[in-house]
């Protein structure tokens, strides 16, 4: 099983169908993934914990409105996915082993819009079993790209591994006009070709060293949060993992909706 990181940009992405990313989303078991996985981890950027946290719900997940200010139907959207304790388990037990200390275990919440708004378009039936995972944006990218590698035998058991987050993610410089987007500035096409050079060259490393590496990452990423979602799915990978590009598009004038697939050299 191949990893993903997905770029999950506004909320909107749930209803706006001028969205080019919602229609690739649209198009995910037809032209990305089409066998269906046995279960699914999210690490979701809008689940940040001081430690590690799984969420482990028996039955189906209640969904998380986590935004404020949207249009009316966004509220009323559900995404009841059956839960994956045994999921959640299984990796609580891989993380422990390759030594992140204490993992909590979250037995009543569900799934976050970093989760269900990308699901609602992959997976639209909510019928495979899902798990998120936290992340932990006072930790650096090596420390989840270490999470993602503890991972990886989860590839094996048919686990579905994708990080959701945003290619960039600078909320205060977006533009907030509802018409076409405007270009993107100078600063987010710099972040983004350089994330797509430095990943499709292989260059792992200054990936997981992207503050000191590239171009305007501050400004791209004031925070990491949603970057970080990244790195965990290209631990998952495996070693020596290959890169592609499976969609760009922009929005808002500077968030990008890059999004990668990881497939193992092995």
Not at 86 to 114: C, I, M, N, T
Not at 155 to 183: K, Q
Not at 187 to 206: H, I, P, T, V
Request: hydrophobic residues 40%; charged residues 20%.
């Amino acid at each position: 099983m191949d990893t993903f990181f997905v770029s999950h940009g506004s909320p909107t992405l749930s209803i706006d169908e001028r969205l080019a990313a919602r229609h690739f989303l649209k198009s995910w078991r037809a032209k990305v993934l089409s066998a269906p996985p046995r279960a699914i981890l999210v690490v979701s950027a809008h689940w940040d914990t001081a430690e590690p946290a799984v969420n482990a719900i028996d039955g189906p997940s209640d969904t998380i409105y986590d935004f404020y200010g949207f249009p009316k139907p966004m509220y009323q959207i559900k995404y009841p996915a059956p839960g994956a304790p045994d999921l959640a388990r299984r990796v609580k037990e891989l993380l422990k082993e390759a030594g992140f200390g204490r993992v909590k275990e979250d037995k009543s919440r569900g799934l976050d819009h970093g989760a269900w708004v990308p699901l609602m378009l992959m997976y639209p039936e909510a019928n495979i079993p899902v798990c998120q995972l936290s992340v932990q944006s006072d930790r650096d990218a090596t420390y989840h790209y270490n999470m993602g590698k503890a991972l990886a035998p989860l590839r094996d058991d048919g686990v579905l591994i994708f990080g959701s987050g945003s290619a960039t993610h600078n909320l205060r410089l977006i533009d907030r006009n509802d018409g076409p987007s405007p270009p993107p500035p100078t600063w987010a096409s710099d972040f983004d070709n350089w994330l797509k050079d430095a990943l499709l060259s292989g260059r792992y490393e200054e990936v997981n060293h992207f503050e000191e590496k590239a171009p305007c990452a501050k400004i791209a990423h004031p925070w990491p949060d949603h970057f970080y979602p990244l790195h965990v799915a290209l631990g998952a990978a495996g070693e020596k993992p290959k890169a592609e590009l499976i969609h760009h598009s922009w929005s808002n004038g500077s968030l990008s909706y890059a999004s990668y697939q990881f497939t193992s050299a092995a």
